[in-house]
């Protein structure tokens, strides 16, 4: 009687025990009865019916790294490229992810190879090459439209390694070379053309300050000759009155002047090697006695100004005294 007694309580201990499940984070389990789905279990602990309920599939809900294998894909001009690349995906519903598809990883494998060859080999070369964004974005949609009735959320696809065969990376080396010769070519241009504009523009705003330079070097030039013409008539006119009056000597003076300045510059001449007096150097010797004549005159009416007596000062009218 005790021993079956213990037996029946050891058996209960171990239905007890079968009969709690304690699911962890990131994960959840489907429940079956009889092999049939009945529930999911959230992350926590929960008891089952014994005997009639039992864990189906232990389904991972983090999200998850695939790796799509190395492949031959052929684009649309003819040119084969190695490619390959990683999918990211989450399980949404584990129901669906359990019971919809077999080998869930596999399927999204194969999947993705699938779509990568159809979506490269509709594109040319330096598509591939140049558009690896827009291969990622129409991959996961591809696949994402797919997996969507397995209850899985491909989040991103990235092409990890695209490899052109040798000789086509060659020519892209040179093509490129080329290319860069050509554009330092085109920038060298562009700046001779720029340095002979700027040099143009220089010459241009040279020669325009040159010229109004001239300009009013000219204009002062003018200007002094006008002011010297108008001393020569100042002087004409002066010498003109003195003659009017009857005073030779003004004449004699203006004549002597221009004849010494005359004879000056012919005795700085660079080019005279001999001096000629003239003549007529008599008359000169005569102007210049009158010239010292009427500085003589000067000097003696200015001497008896000075020894007059000043005119005596006006007084006023005696005041008689007393007055």
């Known amino acids: 009687m005790l021993f079956v007694l213990g037996a029946f309580m050891i058996l209960a201990f171990v239905v007890l025990v ?8 990131g994960r959840e389990y489907t429940v079956e009865r009889f092999g049939r789905y009945m ?5 926590g602990m929960t008891l089952l019916t014994p005997f009639y309920e039992s864990i189906g599939r232990r389904v991972n809900m983090m999200e998850q790294v695939l790796t799509v294998p190395q492949q031959e894909v052929i684009t649309k001009d003819n040119v084969t490229v190695q490619v390959d690349g990683v999918v990211f995906i989450q399980v949404i519903d584990a ?8 080998n869930l990883t596999y399927a999204i494998g194969q999947l993705a190879m699938t779509n990568l060859r159809t979506v490269v080999g509709s594109m040319d070369l330096d598509d591939v090459l140049s558009q690896r964004e827009a291969i990622n974005t129409r991959l996961l949609q591809a696949i ?4 969507e ?6 989040t991103r696809i990235e092409i990890k390694d695209l490899t052109p065969p040798p000789d086509i990376t060659n020519a892209m080396t040179r093509q490129m070379k080329a290319e860069r010769e050509r554009r330092a070519v085109i920038t060298e241009a562009e700046g001779e053309k720029q340095a002979a504009i700027t040099r143009a523009e220089g010459a241009k705003q040279s020669a325009v300050l040159q010229a109004e330079g001239r300009k009013e070097a000219a204009s002062r030039d003018a200007e002094a000759r006008e002011r010297l013409a108008e001393a020569e008539a100042r002087a004409t006119t002066a010498v003109s009155e003195a003659i009017a ?4 000597n003004s004449i004699n003076y203006f004549i002597a002047q221009k004849y010494v300045e005359a004879f000056g510059k012919l005795a700085e001449s660079p080019q005279s090697k001999t001096v000629i007096v ?9 102007s210049l006695a009158g010239i010292g004549a009427l500085v003589q005159t000067a000097q003696a009416e200015q001497q ?9 000062r006006p007084r006023g009218p005696a005041v008689p005294p007393g007055g």
């Open 39 to 43: 529930r999911t279990l959230k992350p």
């Open 95 to 102: 129901a669906s992810a359990s019971y919809r598809v077999d």
């Open 149 to 154: 009735p397995w209850g899985v959320k491909a």
């Open 245 to 248: 009056k009857g005073d030779v």
């Open 18 to 25: 079968g009969s709690v499940k304690i699911v962890p984070q």
């Open 304 to 312: 008896r100004a000075a020894a007059q007596p000043a005119p005596p």
């Open 144 to 147: 994402d439209a797919a997996t």
């Open 278 to 286: 003239p003549a007529e150097m008599s008359s000169l010797v005569g």
